[in-house]
């Protein structure tokens, strides 16, 4: 008689998925300093100082793509038997599942997206998935993980999503879209950061996952999902975008985000931490803490580094000036006409009306920011729906695209747009540079003359801050604006001025929503300066001067 047995599993209490459970095989690799490394990385960065909410790190969210992958590779394994999907299989996609995100910098994308290309310029192209796989062959070798070398390239080539990197991928292609999906996007890994995003930040959505999950169903190689779950898929890739729009491109943590780039960019002439990236022994102990540590030292050399802290900490930072949404075709005429350098040039010789003339003499390149990006559904100006294949419950080994018709009528044209904002280091230049870039705004060549009359404005020095693009720009009309009529662009009034933002050219006031000190200080002190002799009248007092006044 067989004895009952008690179930050698580990389970993880989650805000999002509930009960997670990991045998002791995955417990091995969660039970190293490789992965336990993520309890102190953020997973949305600098959001955290928007959004207090979002405090959760990207250890949980590994553990929820784990689960999340292991679930798909089950659900197919279960549901379609002829794939021949083994145990071994899910253990890799699960594994990978777990692991892709071993490599994150501290702050997540600021540090491989925005601070790495800058600090190490020559640096062969980097990226945090590649950490991760450094990372992830370190902690199996360090550790002596109970994994073979194939499986170890498996879990590897699942992680960066190419199949072409290892045998499963020619004889399972489907299970490479599970982890990282570079074909249409649909990966748990989008699963759990849209769930567990929204979540930490009071955002009210309820995508269906599981369902997802549920639907997935392997046709020609390829996993595809049941038509009537078209719009929930809809309905993932319009959540990317307003998360990415709304909360991770949100204008303050974008402000706090290129202050902390010139905090690393200050400290890395000096710690020389961005060179880590190669080692993994010192990689290692890179996580958020890195602010911290640049604010504990007593160099002087680093006193502009704590400076730019104290002011995140104060919360003095740099303020956007100006935001307008573009086309998404006018990219590069705008990253090449819209510029630190030719705001300043316009600032100091297009006799701006009613500006500070002791400001203009001070403004430097330095003190302007110009940040372009991308938003878009996850697949550019694509539709996203048009590269997911559906299958229905008459055919379900059949797969194609869906229509336009068989989904929604109510969709965009365009699935992309540029946005753009203006944003000065410090405060007094609010009214000058907005004045300065309407104006550049509005003189804007014609895209067939900007060949004619661009001119290279020399490339700031090395020392200088990183937001400070290089480059080539144009020499911008300085007098009469062009009319904005005579721009051939689809959407004219994107280059219009915004009428939302528009300040005074002599404005250099501090937000409505924050006091200086001196001048809270000095309101505490009026408001206690009381005349002894004539206090203020009470209710009480102001009933009896009222009642003898009837009386008389």
């Known amino acids: 008689m067989t004895e009952d047995s008690i179930p050698n599993k580990r389970i993880f209490k989650d805000p999002v998925h509930d009960y997670v459970e990991y045998d002791p095989w995955i417990c091995s690799f969660i039970d190293t300093p490789h992965f336990q490394r993520l309890r102190y990385v953020k997973q949305l960065g600098i959001s955290y100082y928007v959004y207090p909410g979002a405090s959760h790190n990207r250890f949980e969210h590994c553990l929820g793509v784990g689960h999340l992958a292991r679930m798909m590779a089950q659900h197919l394994q279960k549901s ?17 599942g777990l692991c892709h995100d071993l490599g994150h910098g501290p702050w997540s994308h600021v540090w491989d997206g925005h601070f790495i290309p800058k600090a190490l310029p020559n640096h062969p192209k980097w990226s945090h998935e590649q950490a991760s796989e450094m990372m992830f062959d370190d902690m199996v070798k360090k550790h002596s993980l109970d994994i073979s070398s194939e499986d170890v390239e498996t879990v590897k080539a699942l992680i960066s999503g190419r199949k072409e990197r290892c045998k499963l991928g020619r004889t399972m292609p489907f299970l490479f879209e599970i982890v990282a999906n570079d074909l249409n996007g649909i990966d748990v890994d989008k ?139 006018d990219k590069e005429f705008c990253q090449a006409h819209i510029t630190p350098e030719s705001i300043v040039h316009a600032a100091k010789n297009a006799n701006l009306e009613g500006v500070e003339q002791n400001l203009v003499a001070e403004l430097t390149v330095d003190h302007v920011i110009v940040d372009v990006s991308k938003m878009h559904y996850g697949r550019g100006v694509d539709n996203p729906i048009y590269q997911v294949k559906f299958y229905s419950k008459h055919e379900p080994n059949v797969c194609r695209r869906a229509e336009s018709g068989d989904v929604s009528l109510l969709m965009p044209e365009k699935f992309g747009e540029l946005l753009l904002r203006v944003y000065t280091k410090e405060e007094k230049f609010l009214g000058l540079v907005q004045t300065a870039y309407r104006h550049v705004l509005r003189s804007l060549p014609m895209p067939g003359e900007a060949a004619e009359i661009a001119t290279i404005v020399p490339t700031p020095p090395a020392t200088e801050a990183p937001s400070t693009p290089t480059a080539l720009t144009s020499a911008l009309g300085l007098g009469v604006p062009q009319s904005r009529s005579s721009r051939p662009f689809g959407r004219t009034p994107s280059y219009s001025d915004n009428q939302f933002t528009t300040l005074p050219p002599n404005c250099q006031s501090r937000s409505p929503t924050r006091m200086s000190s001196r001048n809270l200080k000095r309101t505490r002190e009026i408001s206690v300066e009381l005349d002894i002799d004539n206090p203020p009248p009470t209710r009480k007092s102001m009933r009896l001067a009222s009642a003898s006044g009837s009386a008389k």
Not at 80 to 96: K, M
Not at 222 to 240: H, S, W
Not at 257 to 284: N, S
């Open 80 to 96: 379609q038997p002829s794939l021949g999907i083994t145990d071994e299989h899910i253990r890799c996609v699960e594994l990978a």
């Open 191 to 329: 699963f759990d950061y849209i769930a567990r995003d929204c979540h930490a930040v009071g955002e009210k959505r309820n995508i269906a996952m599981t369902r997802l999950i549920h639907s997935a169903r392997v046709i020609d190689g390829q996993i595809c999902y049941d038509i009537k779950d078209a719009n929930t898929v809809y309905e993932l890739f319009y959540t990317r975008f307003s998360l990415h729009k709304n909360i991770y491109n949100h204008k303050t943590t974008r402000a706090i985000e290129y202050m902390v780039m010139d905090v690393l960019l200050i400290a890395q002439k000096h710690m020389r931490f961005a060179e880590y990236i190669d080692v993994p022994e010192k990689y290692l102990h890179l996580t958020d803490d890195l602010f911290h540590r640049i604010n504990m030292t007593e160099s002087e050399d680093l006193a502009p580094a704590r400076k730019i802290i104290d002011r995140i900490q104060t919360r003095n930072l740099y303020r956007r000036v100006d935001y307008k949404i573009m086309d998404w075709d």
